[in-house]
């Protein structure tokens, strides 16, 4: 069954161009992406000028620093701080058995896809998210993406109040989003005063995870 998401303002192709750009620049800095920094400023000079400006400023960022400062800060930004959380279900649940569930349910919705992930990756993480929206399934990606908004906004306002250099990539995803609704923004309020539930269950903090053919799926 097609899952049932608004109708956004900009076209499929801009979405994947926009999303599949921001999914790139938020993982982890290496040789590969500098050598992709040019190609992704031609992506984003062909984007709507609200969507281009937030990838350039990021992208300017990228340019600009040594490598190994971006990958210290990279680190610093998203693996040290828990409102820097990479993977959406983590906001929601927090480290806690519900989260399991959670992890199954995005698992299953690629399945469906006809991909799947390596065993050591999960695959709520926002670049693969991002990924699988932009080339896989438009409308089963942003349901995952509007299903875990609140958490999606507070990496935005963590990064704004840090003045992360991968904030714009971020506004990014976020301005091709509708605006939030009443319910999101009673979230956001509670994941801000509580932040994510506690409950220790030996979930890792694993690295972003690439989406493979299932074989002899469609």
């Known amino acids: 069954m097609t899952p049932r998401v608004p109708k956004l303002k900009y076209s499929a192709d801009e979405l994947a161009r926009a999303w599949q750009s921001a999914s790139i620049l938020l993982d982890y800095p290496d040789e590969r992406l500098r050598a992709r920094l040019e190609l992704f400023e031609q992506v984003a000079a062909s984007l709507p000028r609200r969507l281009g400006r937030d990838l350039h400023d990021t992208l300017g960022y990228l340019r600009a620093r040594p490598l190994r400062e971006l990958q210290s800060e990279y680190v610093d ?25 959670a992890l199954l349910r995005i698992k299953q919705v690629y399945t469906r896809a006809g991909l799947i992930l390596t065993d ?8 693969v998210v991002l990924e699988f929206a932009a080339t896989t399934d438009q409308k089963a990606g942003l349901k995952i993406i509007l299903d875990n908004r609140a958490g999606l906004e507070l990496l935005r306002l963590h990064l704004t109040d840090i003045s992360s250099p991968w904030r714009g990539a971020l506004e990014t995803v976020c301005s091709t989003l509708p605006p939030l609704k009443g319910r999101d923004h009673k979230a956001v309020e509670q994941l801000i005063a509580e932040g994510p539930v506690e409950e220790q269950v030996g979930l890792d903090p694993y690295g972003a995870p690439e989406l493979q053919p299932i074989p002899g799926g469609r």
């Open 77 to 101: 930004t998203f693996d040290t701080r828990r409102r820097g959380c990479l993977f959406l279900t983590y906001f929601s649940n927090g480290d806690t058995r519900s989260r399991g569930l």
């Open 120 to 127: 050591e990756q999960l695959p709520d993480h926002l670049c």
